[in-house]
C-alpha cells in the first residue's frame, strides 16, 4: 500500500459465504436504488484509513461503507441502526440465530 | 429463542452453513441489521435480496467462455466484439447492465491482463465474482508495476518480442481478454472450444487450455 513492496501474489481461494453475498447484493441493491454511486462505496472505503486495511476483510469494508453511505442517503438514521444491531446482537450467539428475525 | 440444535442441525433438518454457527461478528451485526431495515423501510424485499445472489452466483467464467468460443468461431461477431463488446455480448442474451465492456485481443504480439489497482472492478456480469488474489494489493501493484514477474507466478513465461500491455479497470470501465485460440483446434466445435477458456486466460493472467 502506499509504494510498499508487495510479495508475491496469494493464490488462496475461499467460498463467499451467505453473509458475504449478502453484502454484495446489498450494495447491488443500494445503488440499484440510487442511494449512492459506486464512488460513494469507494469515497468510504478511502476515507478508513491503512488500518482497516490490514484488519478488516473485503466485505467487512463493504458493509461499512454500505451502511454509511445509506445513512448518508436517508435510507435510516445512525439511531434506528444502533438500536437494530443491538436487537440483532441478542438474539444468538451464532450468525445462525443472529439472522433469524424473532 | 430457546436453542435446540446441539446437533447442528437447523429446524428443516439440515446441517447449517458453516458460516451460520461461527460466533456472531460485529460486522455481521451490522449486516443483518442493514438488511433488515431496508427491508423494514421497504426499500428492498427478501425476495429480491435472494434472486439478486441467485443472479450473482449464476454468472462463471463459462458465460465468458461462450463469448470467445464464439470471437473464435464467428469472424463477424469478433469485430462486433471488438468493436462493443457490451452490446455484442448483450446480443448473446447476457445481462451486462449499463457496463461499459472492453474486449481485448491477445495475438503473437500482444498479451493484455487486466487488473484493478483501486479495488476489484471486474468485468462480474460476464464472469461472476473475481478470484480472491484479483483483490490482493500483491496482485493490484504488482501487476502494473512487473507484469512478467507476475505473470510468471501464474505460469505464464512470455518471449521478450511479445508487448504486454496493463489495463487498469474502473466502475465504468471493464475489460475482457479474448485469449489466443490454441493451436490444432481448426477441428473442434464451438462448444468443445468454451470447454479450453479458463477464467485466468479472460484475466489474461493465463492461456486457453490446449485441447
Known amino acids: 500500500m502506499g509504494g510498499d513492496a508487495a510479495g508475491p501474489v496469494p493464490t488462496d481461494q475461499h467460498d463467499f459465504s451467505l453473509w458475504e453475498k449478502r453484502v454484495d447484493a446489498l450494495m447491488i441493491i443500494g445503488s440499484a436504488k440510487g442511494y449512492f454511486t459506486v464512488d460513494g462505496l469507494r469515497r468510504v472505503l478511502e476515507d478508513m484509513g491503512k488500518d482497516a486495511f490490514e484488519s478488516m476483510t473485503y466485505y467487512e469494508r463493504w458493509i461499512a461503507s454500505v451502511n454509511q453511505n445509506l445513512i448518508e442517503g436517508g435510507a435510516y438514521t445512525t439511531a434506528e441502526l444502533a438500536e437494530k444491531m443491538d436487537e440483532v446482537a441478542k438474539r444468538g450467539a451464532t450468525y445462525g440465530d443472529a439472522a433469524q428475525a424473532t | 429463542m430457546p436453542h435446540d440444535h446441539h446437533d447442528h442441525l437447523s429446524p428443516s433438518g439440515h446441517p447449517y452453513r458453516e458460516d451460520d454457527d461461527t460466533p456472531l461478528s460485529y460486522w455481521q451485526t451490522m449486516e443483518i441489521a442493514v438488511r433488515e431495515l431496508l427491508v423494514e423501510k421497504g426499500i428492498t424485499t427478501p425476495a429480491d435480496i435472494a434472486a439478486q445472489i441467485e443472479t450473482m452466483d449464476a454468472r462463471s467464467p463459462a458465460n465468458g467462455a461462450q463469448v470467445v468460443a464464439r470471437a473464435w468461431t464467428d469472424p463477424a461477431f469478433r469485430a462486433e466484439l471488438l468493436a462493443d463488446a457490451s ?117 489474461g493472467t493465463g492461456l486457453a487450455k490446449l485441447p
Open chain 2, 87 to 203: 452490446a455484442a455480448t448483450r446480443d448473446m442474451g447476457f445481462d451486462i447492465g449499463p457496463l461499459n465492456l472492453i474486449a481485448l485481443e491477445n495475438t503473437a504480439d500482444v498479451h493484455n491482463v487486466v487488473v484493478c489497482t483501486l479495488c476489484s472492478c471486474y468485468p462480474r456480469n460476464l464472469l461472476g465474482l473475481p478470484p480472491d488474489w484479483y483483490k490482493s494489493r500483491a496482485y493490484r501493484s504488482r501487476t502494473v508495476r512487473e507484469p512478467r514477474a507476475v505473470l510468471a507466478e501464474f505460469g505464464v513465461t512470455l518471449p521478450d518480442t511479445t508487448t504486454v500491455r496493463v489495463h487498469d479497470s474502473t466502475a465504468d470501465m471493464r475489460y475482457i481478454v479474448i485469449p489466443a485460440r490454441p493451436e490444432g483446434t481448426e477441428n473442434l466445435s464451438e462448444h468443445e472450444l468454451a470447454a479450453l477458456v479458463t477464467r485466468d486466460s479472460m484475466i
